[in-house]
């Protein structure tokens, strides 16, 4: 009882605090103008969409303009007027003045972005992964590295159990490897040379989290989910894929970690500028 109230409570508290509509929507007007960040409209009508799904109407607006003028999107008469009628319900008066400008289409779907997530529920016979591979070298180890790259050890420790169970040398059916089953893009993206070699293996797989805490603002559902399902499935979701070995990673994660949002860092490297070579201490 006492796992499941607190696997209960990380969902609420992402729920309730996690996703703020008004900083979403900050964020995406600054990606979308490319206002102290590299301009990247797809991000920025991902995030536009996720404020939208929260009810905000500066975002369904947002959104509905990209959509009417096919500005990094795929133009859609339809769903623009669905999100332009949203946000006139709230009193927007652009959205309502956007209305007479394009044929009425109430029977149009909203962006597929829209959609409520499906609840994420817990699974009472769903293994969770102990940490009893975790030799006391390699927690040390994870105890010395994470702190470098500003993510919390207990976090690391979470997903390298998910992940590989401890064992530096898995490979996945997909060619992940190692501790952090790093596959060869990822490895090469951050300057992992061996993926088997347990200090490369853990720095890349850090380096790659730490960029997607930055990249969700650390939301650690949206970031595990990137993890497991990559980024651009999470964008092109607006939320967590509906992928069974996703939501069933989300949900190990909430039981093993149970934090809904982690710090992140504005130094986030996308991929590491120059090849390393890290020798491994004996």
């Known amino acids: 009882m006492r796992l499941l109230a607190a696997v209960a409570a990380s969902l609420l508290a992402h729920a309730a605090g996690a996703q703020n509509a008004a900083t979403l929507f900050d964020q995406a007007q600054r990606l979308e103008h490319g206002e102290g960040v590299a301009q990247d409209m797809g991000q920025a009508a991902a995030l536009y969409c996720r404020a939208a799904r929260l009810g905000a109407a500066e975002a369904q607006y947002a959104l509905g303009w990209m959509l009417a003028n096919g500005r990094g999107v795929a133009r859609d008469d339809g769903q623009a007027w669905r999100l332009f009628s949203l946000a006139a319900e709230q009193g927007h008066a652009a959205g309502a003045r956007m209305l007479q400008l394009l044929p009425a289409a109430p029977g149009a779907e909203l962006p597929a972005c829209m959609a409520p997530e499906p609840a ?100 650690v559902t949206l970031a595990a989910a990137a993890y497991n399902a990559g980024e651009g499935a999470v964008e092109q979701y607006g939320g967590v894929p509906p992928y069974q070995e996703t939501r069933a990673y989300v949900r190990r994660l909430g039981q093993l970690y149970g934090k809904a949002s982690h710090p992140t860092s504005a130094g986030a490297a996308e991929r590491c500028v120059r090849q390393v070579v890290i020798r491994t201490r004996r």
């Open 120 to 219: 994420l529920q817990v699974d009472t016979a769903l293994p969770v992964p102990d940490y009893n591979g975790a030799t006391p070298q390699l927690r040390a180890l994870v105890d010395r590295l994470a702190p470098q790259y500003e993510i919390d050890p207990a976090l690391a420790l979470a997903i390298i159990a998910i992940e590989s169970g401890f064992n530096r040398t898995a490979v996945s059916p997909k060619d992940a490897r190692g501790l952090m089953q790093l596959i060869p893009t990822t490895a090469l993206r951050f300057c992992v040379r061996d993926a088997f070699d347990a200090e490369q293996n853990l720095r890349g797989g850090l380096a790659y989290l730490r960029w997607l805490l930055a990249r969700f603002h650390g939301d």
